[in-house]
């Protein structure tokens, strides 16, 4: 099944609904302009429709595969990852400085979408690379950006994050990797594992980022550093030296992604891997929390990336397929989509994604702000927006996206448990996204605890108080859509009001823990509620408008309708279970589970 | 991991909450007293722990396999089948007359719950070989039962269902098989899809029952046969002849279930394929209807066997895996077990399961009643409610199974998605559930139509009326926990019946057809909610005996707490999702999906 990037809807959510010109009136944005990234999203939709979608299938069935001397991903990816950095796509978000091309979040957020939907496997790689330049750009000596930033940014060296050892997940504190000091450098012993195209043969060399800790380390989280290991030397006048002392011993046979290698990294096996210190010592976890808000998110728009491939595919097998006479066409010589369970599969997929990806371009948009408005204050309330926004984006988006590709092998009847039929492929993939980057628990703790508790709401205030803007601007209207939209908004904001009230009002975390995942994935519904309705108001502002077309502008206001008449009502159910069931979640003795 | 079969918990089910001493007050069920089906189970236990489930990991690694001469089953399959033959376990239901032990189907449907948690591909084999019996027995001459039965209800011969066809899913009016009179059989040819066990070396002979059109048959879905189609031919005696014209010409390569093999068969390849009108001619729909109710509660069974299987696993890991300290030991040096939101993970799992199970088990005995009672009115009434709660058990339960199966996923974090944990192997398993044997919206189409609009709403007034009978109880008792089930009992209710009141108002079938799939996972969940309320009342009775398992039967009456709490707010949102989005549904224009 090809892909067709959704161009139009990503531009309407950006344009219409994000407000990327106000993203451009900041100073270091200008170049965003709505032609800018029109044309930078069409370019993308050619690339990833005709290069990066054919390999999807491939990549899935070939897998990477490992051997002695490393890992040989899939037939034709070394050719498209030549291309992906022919083009530049990988620089869209970095500084200029480094040879990126300085665009705004919001607007390489709504590209990388379009990497994840054509084949997630593929869009790995650069994301991970990002996660590392972040870390570099933010943390690094002036000396290291310069060493391996411009490579990095212009995508011939790729990035990893090592994190992740078989007793230390969730948990980094109990990491082992040791790193001793040795003249300039550091020599790291230890292994990793789950590293994400911690070996490859795209790229000439892999530049890894991994926590370890210094001999003086002391006990727990404050005690890990941050090294960068680069896989081959890196010499002074930039050429490659000497393959370091690190190498992919073995990579996972998984549910999905089998095109993007999951790898065990051992460091040192012949003495010890060079690694060189970022920033300053037991500093590490720190710096990667500060670009794991921007790795978050962008796992978050995979969630609704692949859910997005997904829904292409059902809509096609839908239209195509023929079977029994259908009530909403009356005659059974048209497609299954006319029966009306089908259009109910679609409309939930489609509106749901609609409503995460403008979440996800909502929250980027945020930290857009965050970084280049002059006024300090606007910066800051729009950090804290961004903050508050990206474990549910994270969380709500990937929970949220194996639902839908689970929706897409259901329209699929038999056929969709297949495997040549491809529709699997999406499920099976999409199935790490709640998992990797921080559980959804992970995402939950976050939500309620640093983002919420810790501010005590205020982060939460300011969205449920933008949130009711929308529904005064909804009841103002006398549009069918947008009253009906207004009616369900109302009871969930209220809902979401009760709930917030009662999370702020425990002293003890436990119970708020028991059901913060709840917690998430109601604030999450909402939140996509919020920016249908904002949808909806810009359809219908739109509409006003000489040369508007009418059709694809009511489809807008029917799907923010849909979205609510069929989400929204999941808010106020998750305001009693959140309240309701904390307290028997954790009463039950451990011996009668 | 190893597999242990629940049997204390499926015990408690049958003997205190479905009420199996009632059912074995019946005429032909004497023998199915408590310490019969305890025996039973016990026996069962140790044959699918032991024999079943160490099989299914390789099943799903090697699969089943194709070449000319046939399938082949994974390794140790045809000796594991072989114990199971002898152990008279696919006799258990069976008619007395055919070799069967007539045992009520609450007890076998108890007993099927192990084959499908052991090894749910295994189970598959004598599930098809059941309902291939069920249409034999209800509608076959008894020439036609004295030569089939006895072998196939002994389990030395399998049987298959072939209805599909590439055209011909859910409309199977668009069958094109034909069925040609000759002497004193017919010839077949056509082609069928997904059969399940169309082939296989675990017996000596497949008895096909098969879907095809005779010459003169009338356009639709009345002018379909039922056909016999024996692998070999069977001679008078009893001994096996020639091959027949059929046989399977591949197998799909599918997500899951890889051991159980689903075969594309093709019939007449020289001529036509023997076979055997069942019944009258264009009947043979309506034959399998009367037998798919049973196909379908044990498709439901699979659903939340499969689960139970994930919840034992998920189990295990949480008590192993420690990371990090956490909440509910308040130390580093016990199980994720004891973080919130893996202890809300599994308490979702197993209250599921368990209102699951009473659901089917409910279901199974109104059968049972139906099939024995003295009293005419007393058979219809059970009949009316066995069939009423059909789609629910299959639809609800294998949704719910695989949202359950994808929790247990998750509680095994990135472990989750390697392969070799297994965790993985379940989702895909179970994710066929929902769509064979009639998809779930095919239940819910069932459910609005034929089960609840075509009768007047009797059958759902009647489940009403006793599910607040059981309200009323509950309110009744000071015990904490059941007045909480109470308080969310009643809201729920009233839901319920203020969406049957809608749906029995509507007089087009459109906007009920848009959301029947939520009307059927609302009663699903009410009524697992129902028979969780039964489950503790039962449990607080028990306790006033001398010997009772305090401790026990607590966990029995805060599991339906936490369901209550969890699960019966979704009746409400359903109720508003049901009422508020059916018209959205159906409302966009198809050419802006």
Redesign the interface.
């Known amino acids: 099944m090809s892909y067709n990037a959704p161009v139009r809807d990503i531009a309407f959510m950006l344009n219409h609904v994000v407000g990327l010109a106000d993203v451009a009136k900041l100073e270091g944005f200008e170049e965003a302009t709505e032609e800018l990234a029109t044309a930078v999203l069409e370019e993308s939709a050619r690339f990833t429709s005709e290069v990066l979608g054919p390999l999807n299938s491939v990549g899935d069935a070939e897998g990477a595969t490992w051997d002695e001397d490393g890992v040989k991903t899939a037939p034709g990816w070394v050719d498209a990852y030549a291309q992906f950095v022919e083009s530049g796509w990988g620089a869209l978000s970095f500084p200029v400085a480094y040879g990126g091309q300085g665009l705004p979040m919001c607007l390489s957020s709504a590209v990388q979408e379009m990497w994840h939907s054509s084949n997630m496997s593929f869009g790995l790689c650069p994301l991970l690379t990002q996660g590392a330049v972040d870390a570099l750009a933010h943390h690094a000596s002036d000396e290291m950006k310069d060493r391996f930033l411009p490579k990095m940014v212009e995508g011939v060296w790729s990035g990893t994050m090592n994190l992740?050892e078989p007793?230390a997940?969730?948990?980094l504190?109990?990491i082992r990797t040791k790193a001793e000091p040795k003249d300039d450098h550091y020599l790291i012993t230890g292994q990793k594992?789950?590293i994400t195209y911690g070996d490859h043969d795209m790229t000439e060399n892999i530049i890894h980022l991994v926590l370890a800790k210094l001999p003086d380390a002391p006990e727990g989280v404050k005690g890990i550093s941050l090294f960068v290991v680069p896989k081959f030397m890196v010499n002074d006048d930039g050429s490659l030296g000497e393959k370091n002392d690190v190498r992919c011993v073995s990579i996972?046979?998984?549910?999905?992604i089998h095109a993007s290698p999951t790898c065990v990294m051992s460091y040192g096996d012949n003495g010890g891997a060079v690694g060189y210190l970022v920033g300053k010592p037991h500093h590490g976890l720190m710096y990667m929390f500060t670009m794991m808000n921007q790795a978050r998110h962008a796992v978050g728009v995979q969630g609704y990336g692949i859910a997005e491939r997904a829904y292409q595919q059902a809509?096609a097998y839908a239209?195509d397929r023929?079977?029994?006479p259908t009530?909403?066409s009356g005659n059974?010589s048209e497609g299954i989509?006319?029966?009306?369970?089908?259009?109910?599969m679609?409309?939930t997929m489609?509106s749901s994604i609609e409503a995460m990806r403008g979440l996800a371009l909502d929250c980027a948009a945020a930290f857009d702000i965050a970084a280049k408005h002059p006024d300090a204050a606007v910066r800051e309330a729009a950090q804290r927006r961004g903050e508050l926004l990206t474990p549910l984006v994270k969380g709500w988006s990937t929970e949220l996206g194996?639902e839908l590709c689970?929706l897409g092998?259901?329209i699929h009847?038999?056929m969709?448990?297949?495997?040549?039929t491809g529709a699997?492929q999406h499920?099976?993939d999409a199935?790490?996204t709640?998992?990797?980057e921080g559980?959804?628990?992970i995402q939950?703790?976050d939500l309620i605890g640093r983002k919420s508790a810790r501010d005590g709401g205020q982060g939460l205030n300011e969205l449920m108080d933008d949130m009711k803007s929308v529904l005064e601007e909804l009841k103002a209207s006398n549009e069918v859509?947008l009253k009906?939209v207004a009616a369900?908004l109302a009871p969930a904001i209220d809902a979401a009001e009760q709930a917030n009230e009662w999370l702020l009002g425990q002293n003890d975390?436990?119970?708020p823990?028991?059901?913060?995942?709840e917690f998430l994935m109601m604030h999450g519904r909402l939140a996509g509620g919020w920016i249908m309705a904002r949808t909806a108001l810009a359809a219908v502002a739109e509409k006003q408008k000489a040369d508007a077309d009418d059709?694809?502008l009511?489809?807008k206001t029917?799907?923010a309708?849909?979205y609510a008449?069929?989400m929204l009502?999941?808010v106020?159910?998750?305001k009693?279970?959140i309240m309701?069931?904390a307290e028997?979640?954790?009463?039950?003795?451990?011996?009668?589970?």
């Open positions: 992740t007793q997940g969730t948990d504190a109990a594992i789950y996972e046979h998984k549910l999905g809509l239209n023929k079977q029994g009530l909403l059974d989509i006319n029966h009306p369970d089908v259009r109910r679609l409309m489609r194996v689970s092998v259901q009847g038999g969709g448990f297949i495997e040549e699997a499920l099976r199935r790490i709640p998992i990797y559980t959804t628990a939950a703790n859509n009906a369900r975390p436990t119970q823990s028991a059901t913060s995942v059709a694809y009511d489809a029917l799907l309708r849909y008449e069929r009502p999941l106020e159910s998750g009693t279970i309701d069931s028997s979640t954790i009463s039950l003795d451990i011996a009668q589970l």
